[in-house]
């Protein structure tokens, strides 16, 4: 679409995910080289093939963003094939297990917030400095709204999301003027996580929830992944380059039964 990342490498976690892909496109598309990063077994390949598709380069990294020794290698990875990094889309995300927050188990807690949380603080701890290296950068969280109001029956996912808007105020401080770091808060987006999260609210008619959800946004839908793209990349992007620690909702305006 344009050439404004020629020349730039950008990494992208949960990139076999549905925001994660379309972001991957969306920077290829743009002119920069990708490193696309998400888990063994997750669907890479087909990240590889609609970047390709939209004529950029992808290198693929199997890493889980839990582990400080992943984080680290797919950085180091990056750097052996480019030997530079100026934007990262830190994204990688779970919704965890619907349930009232006095049924929830300690596992499943856990498990969201070692994604969510401390996935996001390592990308940033491991990455911000690569990108200062190569002459500063962007860094982009991915948030929620679910970071921003409450969340009942989620309170794991709820209480990740506020963490990765307190994490990128303080970064954003921290990283200046090096890495700027700002978050994306979208509301529902059409990708694998709304349908899980569908499914769990009511297993017999997931749609029903789909459609009660779309209604209740006066635009009427979801978001598109390829909406939120169009935001991350923006704010990866030079025109936005006096915009740092800001928490960009994109929701269609909210939910009007809230
Ligand atoms: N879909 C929505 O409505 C919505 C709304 C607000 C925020 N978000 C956030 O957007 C981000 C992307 O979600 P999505 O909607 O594309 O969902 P998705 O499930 O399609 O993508 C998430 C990706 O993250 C990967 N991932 C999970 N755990 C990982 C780990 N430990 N290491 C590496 N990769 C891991 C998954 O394999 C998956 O490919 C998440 O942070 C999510 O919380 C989504």
Redesign the pocket.
């Known amino acids: 679409m344009t050439d404004r990342f020629d020349g730039m490498v950008a990494i992208v ?8 892909r379309a972001t991957c496109v969306r920077f290829a598309e743009d002119g920069a080289t990708v490193v696309a ?3 063994a077994g ?2 890479l390949d087909e990240t590889v093939a609609a970047v390709s598709n939209a004529g950029g380069q992808c290198l693929t990294v199997e ?4 582990q400080e020794a992943d984080v680290a290698r797919y950085v180091a990875e990056t750097i052996a094939a480019y030997g530079r990094v100026d934007a990262f889309f830190n ?5 965890g297990v619907r349930a009232a927050l006095t049924d929830l188990d300690e596992d499943d807690f856990d498990k969201v917030i070692a ?2 949380l401390k ?1 996001v603080w390592l990308g940033m701890k491991h990455v911000a400095p690569a990108i200062a290296q190569s002459g500063g950068g962007a860094i982009v969280n ?5 970071g921003l109001s409450p969340t009942p029956g989620i309170i794991a996912y709820g209480a990740s ?1 506020h963490a990765v808007v307190g994490m990128t105020k303080s970064a954003a401080q921290e990283l200046a003027p090096a890495v700027r770091v700002n978050a994306v ?5 059409e ?4 349908r899980s999260l569908e499914r769990q609210f009511d297993p017999d008619n997931p749609e029903a929830v789909h459609d009660m959800f779309a209604q209740a946004n006066p635009l009427g839908r ?1 978001a598109e ?1 390829e909406e939120v793209a169009a935001l991350v990349t923006w704010l990866c992007s030079d025109d936005s380059r006096y915009i740092n620690g800001a928490m960009h909702t994109i929701d269609g305006g909210g939910n009007r039964t809230r």
């Open positions: 976690t949960g990139a076999a995910g549905g925001i994660g990063v998400d888990l997750s669907d890493a889980d963003v839990t994204n990688a995300g779970i919704e994604v969510n996935g991915t948030a929620s709204i679910a999301k808060c979208p509301g529902p987006v990708t694998r996580m709304m979801y992944p």
